[in-house]
């Protein structure tokens, strides 16, 4: 039996997770150590702690947590913080690096989060994640789940590739993988959306546009409100 799409892309994020899991959480660096690769997430959790307004406590849940780059730091305005991520590997080693009492890891499907209830969280957040899954269709499936597990005027911070697909690009894309660079393979590519078309989901999940960063570049955050 052929594996769904889901499936396929925890194949490849265990191997991932297998080989040089901190290169492919963050391929702008090729020679990360551990030290490094933890203190640069706390630049980014600071940054969007002070976009979304954050005092100290309640829960927050972390979409593609990875090792914890992130969710470690997010730990220092939130009372609890979860970290899902479609690997089990990834969840695995997150779990072996000594996070913070508070912090806790667990595997998802990689459509859904079914593990948690609704009206759960004060803050959702994901990087560098959303931006690798091809299917609209999952990416709506997330939002609604997002909308779901946020507590009423929870927030989520939100990144997606907004940058212009022109012909050349999707030429480039379907060349076979062992012709591309490793960050240009499929599983860890990443798949442009319209602003415009994203915005529409949001809203249909019930989620409003609170602010905006980035729009149009590859690093398009959207800040949004249940």
């Known amino acids: 039996m052929s594996q769904s799409r889901p499936e396929q892309m925890r194949t490849h994020w265990e191997k991932f997770a297998e080989g040089d899991p901190m290169y492919y959480i963050a391929t702008w660096n090729k020679n990360w150590t551990l030290d490094d690769f933890f203190a640069s997430g706390l630049e980014v959790a600071e940054k969007i702690a002070r976009w979304a307004g954050r005092q100290h406590g309640g829960r927050m849940l972390e979409i593609g947590c990875g090792l914890g780059r992130t969710a470690v730091h997010f730990s220092r305005w939130f009372d609890r913080v979860d970290g ?35 009206d759960t969280f004060d803050l959702v ?42 012909t050349l690009i999707k030429l480039y894309k379907s060349l076979p993988d062992p012709l591309l660079p490793r960050p240009h393979r499929r599983f860890i590519r990443r798949y442009r959306r319209r602003p415009e078309r994203l915005q529409s989901l949001m809203e249909g999940a019930g989620l409003r546009v609170e602010d905006e960063q980035g729009k149009g570049t590859a690093e398009h955050f959207f800040l949004l409100r249940k």
């Open 125 to 166: 957040y994901s990087y560098i994640v959303f931006q690798h899954i091809p299917e609209e269709a999952v990416i709506e499936s997330y939002l609604r789940e997002i909308s779901r597990v946020l507590k009423p005027g929870g927030q989520a911070a939100l990144q997606f590739d907004t940058r212009p697909e022109g």
């Open 84 to 118: 899902v991520d479609i690997s089990p590997k990834m969840i695995d080693m997150a779990r072996s690096l000594n996070p913070p009492d508070h912090v806790h890891f667990s595997a998802i499907s990689g459509t859904d989060l079914t593990q948690f209830e609704n």
